[in-house]
């Protein structure tokens, strides 16, 4: 029986046109997104990254990706049929996909996989990640440079260690010029709900604060921003043709380079697990253009990030004190990264409460 | 809190109601047929999308309107199709024209995603737009005003005129209605395909005025908070648009409440429109005088004449 | 001369079969409409060797052969894939044979998405607080209390209908935003694992906690409830007084008010029956697939049920059917980004138009189509007034 459903599968398979005969000597690379390919924001930053390996490395390589896949049961079962598809490298691109990736790696110990921002590895499974906390301190300054009121607002997502980590960043980035910078953070539990954001932006607005900035996917933040003759930052993207009067800069995620590098290493052979957590250095990430900007933040700016590319600034820094006034990191030392992985906690000068 | 606040605040507040208010429109009519189409989410997610397409396309805002419009109707015609000529279960079909109005959205709207839009500039009425306090009234896009136009006009068709009397009696008794010589289908129809007219309106509202672009599922719910407003307005025009008013008031205000820090979990706060559309539609219902009078009896049921 | 809808003297049996394949032809040829309409759209005629508008629409057709495969026939190739299935189309099901109760007394509950939240809260419970506990005792308690976690919330819709005449499907509706909010507060919050570096996700479960599996497959026994649900729904519905009453109170109200049932009684009735499985189906979802609590449990299997419901015509054994060819629709989505590229809104568009196919087909089994010549309704004379 079995015999005859495999043949009959053959035959239909053949008739129309579908085989793997093609791609026998191409490396099959496969992505997984938790949001659709185009969201303008973190999957569609991945997909640009897929687009770039396709470019870069032509006939060499074949890609494909599932989008939209729900973290939980769905995202293990995608990624086995990935893996059953004949992917040999496959990205799960979602904080989420962690556990499923490192189930399913056991069972396909063949095939390589990498895992963005989690912190579970297997000598199959490599994790990467990028620094944003570096483009949000300079955020951070730029913020503080450029606002009258001396007031931010912050939209954010979900209270996880990444936003978390953030929002530290930009703050100390702000007090480094302004001891008494405040920010108003509203949570809109969604990465991506336009009308929501737009509200929250509005809501900000109103109470004061003129600098938007946000851990959340869509423009329709800087959009209000613009309508309002006001500015703010954009986020995962360039968004500067949606507010081209309001974005300073933005943190742009740019995976492209990085998932080059990795699946030439699978090419070549060379690949093997590595916890990889990089930063503007390497270019996993970048800031869009200084727009908007007089001259002199526009060169501080910079200073900053040249600073923090050669290693000689880093925004946690000691000494960094708690919202509670406790001491988190003493003088001249440096938060180590599992410490900014889990951080769960508010520095100093945030009055916002961190739901728990 | 100054002036300037206060205002920015009611500004966001109407800004929020107004896609509301055109969807429960749109459905109120449609309710007071006597048919409950439950798919305003898929129709107003095609007129964001085909709105914002056509405004794209074409340069002009106003094309990208009347395409939101069409879309809608479009939709709707399909729904009545299915529920008023083949006599399919309203509720089922309308959660299915949800569905397929969310899918096929997304698929249209593939090559939209990342585009800037244009937007509509507000409109500032002379003279009337000066004036302290209610000037803000007279500052708003021309949808909001046409919101408003079609409320007031809705609400004068429905308790003024000789259509909307035979619209209310085909909507709560179609046997006699029909007895009278009615064409119940056709009444029902023309009422389906406005409530997808409005559904249409209130998905361009969103695409093209509210955040100008498109992104899949930018409905985000908004179709289910406006079929509750129909029954919290108990099918009556100006609850309705009060209805629309207090939600959009309440998912504005949690959000300042936030920035404020009050130490909620903003779960919670975010919970805060749902549970007061359940509270409210209890109050409502509470009042069984209220509800009755207003309520169209054959609302849901399917009408096939016997002959 | 028009057609029109005559109603048959009886109900036509044959009809009663045919007409969820003459939907599912229906909407095979409406995908076809759209994929090939896509082809012309897109088709690029400038380029030399497009082939015109007869080579667009030759390529839709390759396209849509290739599709229906990957989509219809891959996924049931390989065991691997029959398992993922079987995981996929359990609380589906489960799902579905209890809002099957519901949509046949004509009680809406469309709030089952939030039932099921509530289930894998409730269900979550004792592993939670009592981590050490193993035994046999902890999985059945587990799925117990996952079950009363969804009739006490189903209730609540259902209590507000019968006391103050509140509409059941705005509440219900409502009400699964509430719950779905509250899930993400608790995952996120108080019962976020304590050695999990601030993730937002419970302790992983362990050991008697999880559902076992079958003959060393990944098939989990929660397989079994929904064979043993859609059998007691089955007699419930076609041996039982209440049964009897549910079908007679959906049909016909008044009737059934003349008879003495109790319609209020019934609405209760047929939340909690709908509500305990969607509270099952939640807890058996973090006692197997997920195996601890997160922020979303359900990627909606709480709205494809009740898609499922109504293609299974309300019968608890048409639901078993109905669901695994849902799962079907969305393990082939799946397959078909990753074979052919194409977006995972294609999913949600078939099932939409199977769901609308079948809504309309279903009038013939009760109607007929009749051709008619002359306009039978009568020119209007009287005026209300």
């Known amino acids: 029986m079995k015999h005859i459903l495999t043949a009959a599968t053959a035959v239909i398979a053949l008739t129309i046109g579908i085989g793997s005969a093609n791609a026998a000597d191409k490396l099959k690379a496969c992505w997984m997104y938790v949001g659709p390919h185009n969201d303008g924001g973190y999957s569609e930053g991945h997909n640009t990254g897929r687009l770039m390996v396709e470019k870069e490395l032509g006939d060499k390589v074949e890609t494909s990706y599932v989008e939209s896949i729900a973290e939980g049961p769905d995202a293990e079962r995608a990624l086995e049929r990935l893996a059953r598809s004949g992917c040999q490298i496959i990205f799960s691109t979602s904080f989420g996909f962690m556990d499923p990736t490192i189930k399913v790696a056991a069972k396909f110990p063949d095939v390589k996989f990498e895992h963005a921002t989690g912190f579970k590895s297997a000598p199959n499974v490599g994790t990467y990640n990028a620094r944003f906390y570096e483009g949000r301190y300079i955020a951070g300054q730029i913020a503080a440079k450029q606002s009258k009121s001396g007031v931010a607002g912050y939209i954010v997502s979900f209270p996880i260690p990444e936003v978390v980590m953030g929002i530290n960043s930009f703050m100390l980035g702000a007090q480094s010029i302004n001891p008494d910078f405040k920010i108003k953070v509203v949570w809109v539990n969604s990465w991506f709900d336009p009308a929501k954001e737009a509200d929250a932006a509005k809501a900000l607005f109103d109470q004061g604060a003129d600098i938007i900035t946000q851990h959340t996917d869509s423009p329709a933040p800087l959009q209000i921003a613009q309508e309002r003759g006001l500015h703010g930052f954009g986020q995962a993207h360039d968004m500067y043709k949606f507010a081209p009067k309001a974005q300073y800069t933005a943190i742009v995620d740019t995976w492209g380079p990085y998932y080059v590098k990795r699946v030439n290493a699978v090419l070549d052979g060379t690949w093997k697990a590595e916890q990889i957590w990089d930063g503007l250095k390497d270019g996993i990430m970048e800031m869009a253009d200084y727009t908007n900007l007089p001259d002199d933040v526009v060169a501080s700016a910079k200073k900053t990030q040249a600073e923090i590319e050669a290693g000689t600034l880093h925004p946690f820094k000691g000494p960094i004190f708690k919202q509670d006034g406790t001491e988190a990191i003493g003088e001249g030392k440096v938060l180590d990264d599992g410490t900014l992985l889990s951080m769960n906690w508010y520095v100093k000068g945030i009055d916002d409460q961190l739901p728990k | 809190m100054t002036a300037l606040m206060l205002e920015g605040i009611l500004l966001t507040i109407i800004t929020a109601a107004t896609p509301l208010l055109f969807a429960s429109i749109g459905e109120l009519v449609t309710e007071r047929s006597g048919v409950l189409n439950l798919g305003v989410e898929g129709m107003m997610a095609m007129g964001a999308v085909i709105g914002f397409a056509v405004a794209h396309t074409t340069g002009n805002v106003a094309l990208g309107v009347v395409g939101a419009i069409l879309a809608g109707m479009a939709m709707a015609a399909l729904f009545g199709v299915v529920t008023l000529i083949f006599v399919a279960n309203q509720v089922a079909s309308g959660l299915a024209l949800t569905l397929f109005g969310l899918g096929l959205s997304g698929l249209i709207g593939d090559a939209f995603v990342g585009v800037p839009g244009a937007g509509l500039a507000r409109v500032s009425i002379p003279v009337l737009s000066d004036l302290p306090v209610i000037g803000l009234l007279f500052r708003l896009d021309p949808l909001t005003y046409l919101a408003i136009a079609i409320t007031i006009g809705v609400s004068w068709f429905l308790f003024r005129m000789r259509g909307g009397l035979i619209l209310r009696a085909v909507g709560d008794s179609h046997t006699s209605a029909h007895a009278l010589g009615y064409s119940v289908i056709r009444v029902r129809f023309m009422a389906v395909l406005f409530g997808g007219a409005c559904s249409g309106l209130a998905g361009a509202y969103l695409s093209l005025v509210y955040t100008p672009q498109w992104t899949q599922a930018m409905t985000a719910g908004r179709g289910w908070i406006a079929l509750a407003l129909v029954v919290f307005g108990t099918w009556l025009p100006r609850r309705v648009l009060v209805g629309a008013l207090l939600f959009g008031g309440v998912s504005i205000l949690q959000l300042h409440a936030q920035a404020l820090g009050v130490g909620v979990p903003s779960q919670f706060l975010s919970a805060l429109p749902y549970l007061t559309t359940i509270v409210v539609l209890v109050i409502i219902s509470r009042n069984r005088a209220l509800v009755r009078a207003n309520t169209p009896a054959a609302l849901g049921q399917s009408f096939v004449p016997d002959r | ?385």
């Open chain 3, 1 to 385: 001369m028009r057609v029109e809808l005559v109603r048959r003297g009886e109900r036509s049996a044959a009809m009663a079969y045919l007409s969820p394949l003459l939907a599912l032809l229906l909407t095979l040829i409406g995908g076809a409409l759209i994929v090939i309409v896509w082809r012309v759209v897109a088709m690029d005629t400038s380029a030399p060797d497009s082939g015109g508008l007869f080579g667009a629409i030759q390529q839709g057709f390759a396209d849509y052969g290739r599709f229906l495969y990957v989509f219809f026939i891959e996924p049931l190739t390989a065991m691997w894939s029959i398992e993922d299935l079987i995981a996929k189309a359990t609380p589906i099901i489960l799902v579905a044979i209890g809002l099957s109760f519901c949509f046949l007394s004509n009680t809406w509950n469309i709030g089952a998405e939030g039932q099921i939240a509530v289930g894998a809260i409730t269900g979550s419970f004792l592993p939670i607080f009592f981590p050490e506990w193993q035994g046999p005792f902890i999985l059945p308690a587990m799925l117990i209390l996952g079950m009363l976690g969804g009739m006490a919330y189903a209730s609540i819709p259902a209590l507000l209908k019968i006391r103050f005449g509140t509409n059941e499907i705005l509440t219900s509706l409502m009400l699964v935003y509430v719950a779905q909010l509250f899930l993400d507060w608790l995952a996120r919050g108080p019962w976020r694992n304590p050695e999990g570096h601030n993730f937002p996700d419970s302790r992983p479960f362990d050991g008697d906690q999880l559902l076992p599996t079958l003959f060393g497959t990944n098939i989990r026994i929660s397989v079994l409830f929904v064979f043993v649900a859609a059998f007691a729904a089955w007699f419930l519905m076609r041996w039982t007084k209440t049964g009897f009453q549910i079908r007679v109170l959906g049909q016909a109200p008044r009737a059934g008010a003349f008879a003495g049932f109790s319609q209020k009684r019934m609405v209760l009735l047929t939340f909690l029956i709908s509500g305990a499985l969607a509270g099952l189906a939640g807890a058996s979802e973090i006692a197997g697939p997920v195996g601890q609590l997160r922020t979303t449990v359900s990627p909606g299997y709480g709205f494809t049920a009740i898609i499922v419901a109504f293609l299974g015509r309300l019968n608890p054994i048409g639901a078993i059917f109905a669901g695994f060819l849902l799962a079907l629709s969305y393990l082939g989505g799946e397959g078909a980004q990753i074979a052919l590229g194409m977006s995972d809104q294609t999913t949600r568009v078939f099932q939409g138009m199977l769901l609308f196919f079948v809504l309309a087909c279903d009038s013939f089994i009760f109607y007929r189509l009749q051709i008619v010549r002359r306009p039978v309704v009568p020119q209007t004379q009287a005026v209300a007034s």
